[in-house]
């Protein structure tokens, strides 16, 4: 390779296969994954590494890089785009027109965060949610005064900032519920301070005001110390005081939305085609992948071809919340469309396209998916794929009802902090556990958890002639609790150390092929009996044994202390000398847990 060839810097996207990225180097496929596994990241042809992983391997292998930034028409619409899009919309004033206020309710689990919306929806999902936690994120809408308000519901649960954060993102007003009787808790600060930091126009909700024993002026007061001054304390955020179990205050509540969204007045331009984005999708076995969308601006029509994220399809039916019917949708409308290839992953935008433009990803994706199919090797999932034989693995197929469901299981086993263990996932996916799942789980002996989803008859058929174990569950924290457990079980134990006492061998009895009769006084501490035993000799320990029998003045001794003579039997492969030191320990092995 020449110098000049090497001066050449070659641009690379964001995201890159293997194969394309040899194309781009002009050198063989072989090379790159060799180099990629000199990285410890086993790939193969088809599958697609970030522009940071990709410029590493065409740096090592002597190239400079810099990243290809595609034109808009080309390049993949992200969340920041969309919101930056909006944004421009409303300051450019053309074809503007007035949209429902989008609203996302936050705060600590077990606030009353879901009762409210089932009060406001006049639905039961409170009920249904197994563990009476949010399992997943979808939007509403109720009206008030003839004016629509769509909500966004995000889990309250620590361990879900992720998606909570996405929530507020694409919502234009926040309601912070805040229990009467519990006050500001930690998840209640992290979403304040989230707040505060993207100037999200908030209204508070203090709930739960029909319980005894409560103290509203605490609770304010606690609001205050952390910025969130209510107006009736001289403050700017409105605030509510409900019960969302006994439906007291919610027409307030409503009210104050409202007029929020009067005075910061949201608009977009419905005449354009729509942007929106993925809230949930599913495998629905008789409607095939279905995905529930937020239009953000423009609108969107039954027979628009689309693109979402790097599935596209032409809208075949869009239904709204109720289930009901639409031909079209227009902005801060939540959505269930029908007609595209694949589920799209959650945050994943849906564009309107030309046929063209459908068309070309319909090649690109049958191009990349032949073969062994593709994989996107991000740099989170990069380290699942590290190949360590220090790291024990628990190898899982991990299957469930919505992408929110795997998004959020991914992220509570993500805080799982371990060097000697990890989840090593060989499929997710939405959908029924099927044969297909069975026949990569078998020759690995992974375990198939499913969340809210079962095998079907013929996987399951399957999974017992294979013995492939099975799992599903219906709350998250079980399934979590299981992996858990199954991690800790693959944890070495923990070995530990006690230290009795010296002995210094002054006199060798009797010298044996594996056994030494010995003499000798203990200089400190005190050795006892069956411990085992640590040979130092010139200050370094050069072997190690067990003492199995052990006199002081020729009488059995269980144990003898310091600077008393005792005559001890050593067994081991070490031969030992006068002036030896015999270190008498104990070890003790403790299962470790995560």
């Given at each position: 390779m020449s110098s000049k060839e090497n001066e050449k810097i070659i641009k690379v996207p964001q995201t890159v296969t293997i194969k394309k990225l040899g194309l781009l180097l002009n050198i063989p496929v072989s090379t790159i994954i060799t180099e990629l596994l000199k990285n410890k990241i086993l790939a193969t042809i088809n599958e697609e590494i970030d522009y940071e992983t990709a410029s590493i391997i065409a740096q090592d292998l002597g190239f400079e890089t810099e990243q290809l930034i595609e034109n808009d028409k080309d390049s993949a619409m992200t969340l920041e785009k969309l919101l930056e899009i909006c944004k421009t919309e409303k300051e450019s004033g053309k074809n503007l027109q007035?949209?429902?206020?989008?609203?996302?309710?936050?705060?600590?689990?077990?606030?009353?965060?879901?009762?409210?919306?089932?009060?406001?929806?006049?639905?039961?999902?409170?009920?249904?949610?197994?563990?009476?936690?949010?399992?997943?994120?979808?939007?509403?809408?109720?009206?008030?005064?003839?004016?629509?308000?769509?909500?966004?519901?995000?889990?309250?649960?620590?361990?879900?900032?992720?998606?909570?954060?996405?929530?507020?993102?694409?919502?234009?007003?926040?309601?912070?519920?805040?229990?009467?009787?519990?006050?500001?808790?930690?998840?209640?600060?992290?979403?304040?301070?989230?707040?505060?930091?993207?100037?999200?126009?908030?209204?508070?909700?203090?709930?739960?005001?029909?319980?005894?024993?409560?103290?509203?002026?605490?609770?304010?007061?606690?609001?205050?110390?952390?910025?969130?001054?209510?107006?009736?304390?001289?403050?700017?955020?409105?605030?509510?005081?409900?019960?969302?179990?006994?439906?007291?205050?919610?027409?307030?509540?409503?009210?104050?939305?409202?007029?929020?969204?009067?005075?910061?007045?949201?608009?977009?331009?419905?005449?354009?085609?729509?942007?929106?984005?993925?809230?949930?999708?599913?495998?629905?076995?008789?409607?095939?992948?279905?995905?529930?969308?937020?239009?953000?601006?423009?609108?969107?029509?039954?027979?628009?071809?689309?693109?979402?994220?790097?599935?596209?399809?032409?809208?075949?039916?869009?239904?709204?919340?109720?289930?009901?019917?639409?031909?079209?949708?227009?902005?801060?409308?939540?959505?269930?469309?029908?007609?595209?290839?694949?589920?799209?992953?959650?945050?994943?935008?849906?564009?309107?396209?030309?046929?063209?433009?459908?068309?070309?990803?319909?090649?690109?994706?049958?191009?990349?998916?032949?073969?062994?199919g593709r994989e996107s090797l991000t740099s989170q999932n990069m380290l699942r794929r590290i190949e360590d034989e220090k790291i024990q693995k628990l190898n899982i197929i991990l299957k469930a009802d919505v992408q929110g469901s795997l998004e959020a299981i991914e992220q509570i086993l993500s805080t799982i902090k371990s060097d000697e263990v990890c989840v090593n996932y060989l499929e997710i996916g939405v959908g029924s556990i099927t044969e297909s799942d069975i026949k990569i789980a078998a020759p690995s002996k992974a375990i198939i958890f499913g969340f809210n989803t079962q095998p079907t008859p013929v996987a399951k058929r399957l999974a017992e002639a294979n013995e492939v174990q099975i799992k599903t569950y219906r709350i998250i924290y079980e399934l979590v609790a299981e992996i858990k457990d199954l991690l800790s079980a693959l944890l070495p134990p923990e070995i530990i150390r006690t230290d009795f006492g010296k002995v210094e061998v002054l006199a060798i009895f009797k010298n044996g092929k594996k056994e030494m009769i010995v003499g000798g006084k203990v200089k400190k501490g005190k050795i006892v009996k069956n411990s085992r035993l640590e040979v130092w000799r010139d200050e370094r320990i050069i072997g190690h044994g067990i003492m199995t029998n052990l006199q002081q003045n020729k009488i059995p001794a269980d144990e003898v202390k310091q600077n008393n003579e005792c005559g001890l039997v050593f067994e081991g492969e070490t031969k030992l000398k006068v002036g030896d030191i015999l270190a008498s320990y104990h070890e003790q092995e403790k299962p470790k847990s995560l």
């Open positions: 007035t949209r429902p206020p989008i609203v996302t309710i936050l705060g600590h689990v077990d606030h009353g965060k879901t009762t409210l919306l089932d009060t406001i929806r006049k639905t039961s999902i409170a009920e249904k949610e197994a563990g009476g936690i949010t399992q997943h994120i979808s939007a509403y809408q109720t009206k008030k005064k003839g004016k629509l308000i769509t909500f966004v519901d995000t889990p309250g649960h620590e361990a879900f900032s992720g998606m909570r954060e996405r929530g507020v993102s694409i919502a234009d007003i926040a309601v912070l519920v805040v229990a009467a009787d519990d006050g500001v808790r930690p998840q209640t600060k992290e979403v304040i301070a989230y707040l505060k930091e993207k100037k999200i126009p908030t209204v508070v909700a203090i709930n739960k005001i029909d319980k005894p024993e409560i103290n509203l002026q605490k609770v304010k007061q606690e609001l205050a110390d952390n910025d969130i001054l209510i107006e009736q304390w001289g403050g700017k955020y409105i605030c509510s005081e409900v019960s969302a179990k006994n439906n007291i205050g919610i027409d307030d509540l409503l009210e104050n939305i409202l007029l929020l969204a009067e005075i910061e007045d949201f608009k977009a331009d419905e005449k354009r085609n729509a942007l929106g984005i993925v809230l949930e999708s599913h495998l629905d076995p008789h409607k095939g992948p279905v995905a529930t969308i937020l239009v953000k601006t423009g609108t969107l029509k039954v027979g628009q071809d689309v693109v979402v994220g790097k599935t596209y399809g032409r809208v075949r039916k869009i239904e709204d919340f109720t289930g009901k019917s639409l031909n079209s949708a227009a902005p801060s409308t939540p959505i269930s469309i029908m007609g595209l290839s694949d589920t799209p992953n959650t945050n994943d935008i849906l564009q309107v396209a030309d046929g063209k433009t459908a068309a070309r990803l319909k090649s690109k994706n049958a191009e990349e998916n032949s073969g062994n």
